[in-house]
């Protein structure tokens, strides 16, 4: 099969490897997607957490609390000048209120509401489209979570939003749990939310990796066991270092004061493409020689 400049380009925004790993990847997997990434991972050259595709959408991530209600919600926009603009920013936050205030099942939904912030009685899909004429760009919601309990929001510069859900209300506490999210960006609260699925994947890339090849089965597989573990940790809130104090779990942190019972953590763009540019026809000249 002949491996194309725009595979080696999927290839890459999947898994961050080079140019020439990517291509050899494809090649010496007959072009199959999904055997040339586990090849990269095998290799080391491509990593477990590497989320699928570019995070390359421009917008904004919002959130709203309210009462024992809080939303987190993504709008897109085309250019980061736009997601700047203090109209684009209002309109952020009026779509993260109107999502608290209805509690809408989907964006469909969301978007056949009837405004209940601003008082005009606008469906939020005509409210989007006289943005768009006044803005000069695309604006689309991509998607949105409400959590009910204790809940409690951090937005960093718009890029990075957490909600996280709590049993106990603590300001400073949950603040602090919101923080580490953001920036440590665990996949699930403890242990017992992992997939066995999950599991089992990768105990089968890790026993596949090129460096335990030659090792006898029994050691491979205690030295896979024990990788497994500290990577399954390093995914789960509870077990992960406090960013602020890394001498001390997450759960010792919250230990006898609250129990965390959910989180959402939203990257701006996650898993979009901004634009299509020149890099197919760099890739193309890279593989030609040239």
């Known amino acids: 099969m002949t491996v194309t400049a725009a595979m080696v380009k999927e290839l890459r925004e999947k898994t961050g490897a080079g140019i020439l790993d990517a291509k050899k990847a494809l090649t010496e997997n007959n072009g199959d997607m999904e055997k ?152 699930f609260v403890s242990r017992e939310e992992i997939p066995q699925s999950v599991i089992d994947e990768e105990t089968r890339i890790e026993m596949g990796k090129e460096d335990l090849a030659k090792k006898p089965e029994n050691i491979r597989a205690k030295i896979v066991e024990g990788r497994i573990n500290k990577l399954m940790a390093s995914r789960c809130l509870l077990e992960q270092p406090f960013v602020k104090n890394p001498d001390q779990t997450v759960a010792q942190l919250v230990e006898g004061k609250l129990n965390v019972k959910c989180f959402i953590r939203y990257v701006l763009g996650e898993g979009l493409e901004k634009r299509q540019d020149n890099f197919a026809e760099e890739v193309a000249n890279q593989m030609a020689g040239n």
């Open 36 to 187: 040339a990434m586990e090849f990269l991972r095998q290799k080391g050259i491509a990593s477990a957490e590497k989320k699928m595709g570019r995070i390359a959408a421009e917008g904004l991530v919002g959130s709203y609390v309210e009462g024992n209600v809080g939303a987190i919600i993504e709008v897109n926009c085309e250019t980061d000048f736009v997601a700047k603009n203090e109209e684009f920013k209002a309109l952020v936050s009026n779509l993260a209120k109107q999502v608290v205030a209805t509690k809408p099942a989907s964006v469909e939904e969301l978007l056949a509401s009837t405004c209940t912030v601003c008082g005009c009685g606008k469906k939020v899909e005509d409210i989007i489209k006289e943005k768009v004429a006044t803005i000069g760009e695309k604006i689309t919601v991509r998607r949105f979570d409400i959590v009910e309990g204790n809940p409690a929001t951090y937005i960093h510069n718009g890029k990075i939003g957490v909600l996280l859900n709590t049993d106990c209300a603590d300001e400073a506490l949950e603040k602090d749990i919101c923080l580490h999210i953001a920036s440590n960006a665990p996949e």
